[in-house]
Structure formats: C-alpha cells, structure tokens
C-alpha cells in the first residue's frame, strides 16, 4: 500500500489493474448499456453532452448497482487520502468515447479546480469497462502536474495539443483509476471500431461544492433506500453541502455551463 500512495502523491494518480472482476464488468457494462439505449439522445443531457462522446449522468439515481460502487472501501481509502477523511460523491457519472471519432480531450483539471490553502480539493477514480489501450480513446495524463498550481487553459498555448509529458493511462477491463483531480488529464480521440467505456466515480472535500447536487437530482425513492453511510457520502441534509454547492454551479473543467 506505501507504494500505491507514494505514486499516488507523487504523480497524481495510480492504476489498480484487476480491481472489479469480469462478472461486476458484464454487469455494469449491461446497466450502461440499458441507460444508454433508454435515453437514446437525450444521454448525458442532465450533465453536459460531449462531441465523439456518449454520456450519461446522475447514475446514482439510475441503478442500485451504482451505491456499492462508490462505497467502496477501498476505493474511499484512497480517495481520503489525496483529500482528507472529509469527503462526498461530487457526481457518478459514464462516458463512452465513440468508435473511429477524432474527439481529443482538452487536458484540464476538473471542476477548474486549483489546490487551496487546505491542499487538494478533487479526486476522481475511472471504472475501466473496456480494456484502456493507445488508440482507443485512454485516458491522457501529465504526471505531476496536480502540484503546478495551475491550470492547463492558463499555461498551455493548446490544451488539446499532446504535452511533451503526457502518458497513456492504459489497463484492461476491471481496472480501477484513482487520481488527483488537480492533475492535468483527459480523454485521447477512439480510432479504433469499438467504444471505450468507463464509469467516473468523483469525489470532493466536503467543504467544496458537489458537481452534481445530489439531494436536489435523486428521487425520493432512492433517497428512502439510503443507509446512514450512504447519506452522508451523498451529503443529503447537509446544509452546509446545499449552501456551498448552489453557490457554486461548475461543471466542469472544460464543459462551461
């Protein structure tokens, strides 16, 4: 575990291969799949849509799958490492990047967050529901960057552009992803004929704003079903949670509302 969370510190994130078996894959491949085909294009409508991308959102709301998967105990460990013991779930969301699209990302850190004087304030973990491979859309990251206390947009004449840092997030199917959302990241373009499915489970402090207001998006329905544990991660009757996050509509770090 040291050398987990000494890569996680030093380069901002780390790749757990082997970390959902291929049973929970089908499963959770399946669940997607159904929103996906039920929503049709209206997809990712309650977030923000994304060109050469499929998205959904809110998906705490959308299959009892889903809380097993952000409580994970440890998946939470790390994540309360890079921001502390105080942490919710900001939003739970999917992102398919599609077949043969030229769609690159922009490196960005999420929710344009920058670290404060309490240090980082935003940690996101990806669910590899496809192998993660070169030339299908993997993930993009520049490895110590959540310490620049910048920006990408700001420091970078093209964030789109390759950074001479960059590195392939690759892995297979059940790999799980934790990083330091302060790090420079995003999606390469798909040139192969098959998605490149993933689930973002993210994370903030809990003095920050959700990305998603969760009390306000899940049903009564589901809210009723909540243990304790699960309101509190999802920050329902949480007064401070309500204030700060309405007072604070980001999105994120390179769809603008």
């Known amino acids: 575990m040291s050398k987990i969370l000494h890569q996680l510190d030093q380069d901002g994130y780390v790749v757990l291969p082997d970390f959902f078996d291929r049973a929970c894959v089908r499963a959770l491949r399946l669940v997607i799949e159904s929103i996906y085909l039920q929503e049709g294009e209206l997809a990712g409508s309650d977030f923000r849509q994304e060109a050469g991308c499929r998205r959904l959102a809110n998906l705490v709301n959308k299959h009892p799958l889903m809380l097993p998967l952000i409580c994970n105990t440890e998946m939470l460990s790390l994540v309360r490492h890079v921001l502390g013991p105080d942490i919710k779930l900001s939003s739970l969301n999917a992102r398919s990047a599609e077949p043969h699209n030229n769609q690159t990302q922009p ?151």
């Open 107 to 257: 490196l960005h850190a999420d929710m344009g967050a920058i670290p404060d004087d309490n240090g980082p304030w935003v940690c996101n973990c990806v669910w590899m529901l496809d192998d993660f491979t070169e030339d299908n859309g993997a993930l993009r990251v520049v490895p110590g960057s959540h310490t620049s206390l910048q920006l990408p947009q700001d420091a970078l004449e093209d964030p789109v552009a390759e950074h001479p840092d960059e590195v392939a997030v690759t892995g297979t199917a059940g790999t799980l992803v934790v990083l330091n959302a302060h790090l420079w990241h995003g999606g390469r373009a798909n040139s192969t004929r098959f998605p490149r499915r993933a689930i973002h489970a993210f994370y903030a402090r809990r003095d920050k704003p959700q990305q998603q207001f969760q009390e306000r998006i899940l049903s009564p329905d589901v809210i009723a079903r909540l243990n304790d544990q699960q309101r509190h991660l999802l920050a329902i009757g949480d007064a401070e949670n309500a204030e700060v996050t309405l007072a604070n509509q980001t999105q994120s770090g390179f769809l603008k509302s």
